[in-house]
């Protein structure tokens, strides 16, 4: 970039040979400098990065992916460090847009939309996390695994932390990329390595409960996400994903009495969330009441969804008034 306010670009990787190039291009035109963290590739992935003018920088990996993004900060000399997975291509992005991102003097950080695909091509999920922010020694990830910057940041300033209009499209949970490199099971390791040290951390329960979930391990991911319940207040950012994905993870079990239990309690705490609504309309067609079933998704049908796609919500609302004779 030509302006005085420098942006560095932080990542960390192990063999994304495939990935890393497209990602880097994505955002070359935005930084200034670019600061790879490698944790063992036994592919071309430092020569992909060289390649795109980086500066690659080898870490011994101790299962601690807030470790490794730190080490990063500290080889980073920008005024604002941007932070990507291999795995991500950011949205194109107006340059003036971007540039008064980083003259805003009020400003420390900004979230980002985080925009995940399954292999249909089709939008999954969309999550809010801190991708941009002021290149300070005070501001630093915390958390084994799904690493986050924005406490460092919060327990040093009160406010300056927006919004950004800014888009990152994640493909890592494609099931080809899932499976090339084996990251359940990596990311199984890390949990548990950092549970053990802390057992009664829930976002580490819920973390692993998302692991098993998504290896079709239903029954132990409920555990998990029980099990984090008990240690959340219901003021935590994902504290709706525990409820959720424990509603999803109990309807596939066929778990009826508990599944009721959990939407009953949750949508005293969460009335406007629209997927415990959705299961609460599929719990309902299971047990023939359609008119149920038309009464909760009918509102909520256009709305985001972590469970389910739009079509998919629509389908089930179609069938729902054809078997109630309407």
């Not at 990251?183 to 950092?194: D, F, H, P, S």
């Not at 509102?299 to 079509?311: A, C, G, L, R």
Request: hydrophobic share 40%; proline share 2%.
């Amino acid at each position: 970039m030509s302006s005085g306010v420098k942006v560095s670009l932080c990542m960390i990787v192990k063999n994304e040979e495939t990935d890393i190039k497209a990602c880097i291009q994505s955002v070359k035109n935005l930084v200034d400098e670019i600061v790879i963290v490698d944790t063992g590739s036994e592919d071309k992935t430092r020569e992909a990065a060289i390649g795109e003018g980086a500066m690659v920088h080898d870490y011994f990996w101790n299962s601690n992916f807030a470790d490794a993004r730190n080490f990063g900060l500290e080889q980073a000399n920008g005024n604002w460090i941007l932070v990507l997975d291999a795995d991500e291509r950011l949205d194109d992005i107006d340059g003036v847009y971007f540039q008064s991102l980083l003259e805003a003097g009020d400003m420390e950080g900004y979230y980002f939309t985080i925009r995940s695909y399954v292999d249909s091509n089709e939008k999954v999920s969309e999550d809010y996390v801190v991708r941009l922010f002021r290149n300070k020694p005070e501001y630093r990830f915390s958390g084994a695994i799904h690493e986050q910057v924005i406490g460092s940041i919060k327990s040093n300033v009160e406010n300056g932390v927006g919004f950004a209009n800014i888009t990152v499209e994640h493909y890592g949970y494609l099931s080809t990329k899932v499976t090339a490199k084996n990251k359940q099971k990596r990311n199984v390791e890390v949990i548990k390595k950092a549970l053990a040290d802390n057992p009664h951390d829930p976002y580490l329960l819920y973390s692993l409960g998302i692991e098993y979930m998504q290896s079709e391990r239903l029954a132990e991911s409920v555990q998990q996400f029980e099990t984090a319940l008990r240690f959340l207040t219901g003021g935590e950012g994902y504290f709706s994903s525990v409820v959720v994905r424990l509603g999803v993870g109990l309807l596939r079990l066929n778990e009826q009495a508990k599944l009721t239990d959990v939407l009953e309690k949750g949508l005293i705490m969460l009335p406007d969330n629209s997927d415990l609504h959705l299961l609460k309309g599929m719990q309902a067609f299971l047990n023939n009441e359609y008119e149920v079933t038309i009464e909760e998704v009918q509102p909520i049908v256009e709305q985001q969804s972590e469970i389910i796609t739009e079509q998919g919500a629509r389908n089930l609302l179609g069938n729902a008034y054809r078997l109630a004779g309407r």
